[in-house]
Nanobody, 115 residues
Framework: QVQLVESGGGLVQAGGSLRLSCTAS????????IGWYRQAPGKGRELVVE???????NYADSVKGRFTLARDNAKNAVYLQMNSLKPEDTAVYYC?????????WGQGTQVTVSS
């Protein structure tokens, strides 16, 4: 059974910073990739950033230079540092893990950036 537990998020003013955390419980299965997606009101879910088991990262163009993903393999955790936040970053952020050809989702955490 796979569980993704998220923490962080909240309300911040434009230009501020937030940090999201996600810890995966995967019963020993190898996590091929793990990262974050987000869904803004009225829009589809989109990739924010993902890191592969080999350490390669894939950032959305809209967050490059502002967001940084770090991975702690020993804890099966990832941390998303979000700086220079903009109102358009407002969304529900979901942790996502790709394990044994399936994708698993966290419950989501709200990030709201006020102008």
């Amino acid at each position: 059974q796979v569980q993704l537990v998220e923490s962080g998020g909240g309300l911040v003013q434009a230009g501020g910073s937030l940090r999201l955390s996600c810890t995966a419980s995967a019963s020993g299965a190898v996590i091929a990739a793990i990262g974050w997606y987000r869904q803004a009101p009225g829009k589809g879910r989109e990739l924010v950033v993902e890191i592969s088991s080999g350490g390669s990262t894939n950032y959305a163009d809209s967050v490059k230079g502002r967001f940084t993903l770090a991975r702690d393999n020993a804890k099966n955790a990832v941390y998303l540092q979000m700086n220079s936040l903009k109102p358009e970053d407002t969304a529900v952020y979901y942790c996502n893990a790709y394990i044994l050809y399936d994708r698993y989702w966290g419950q989501g955490t709200q990030v709201t950036v006020s102008s």
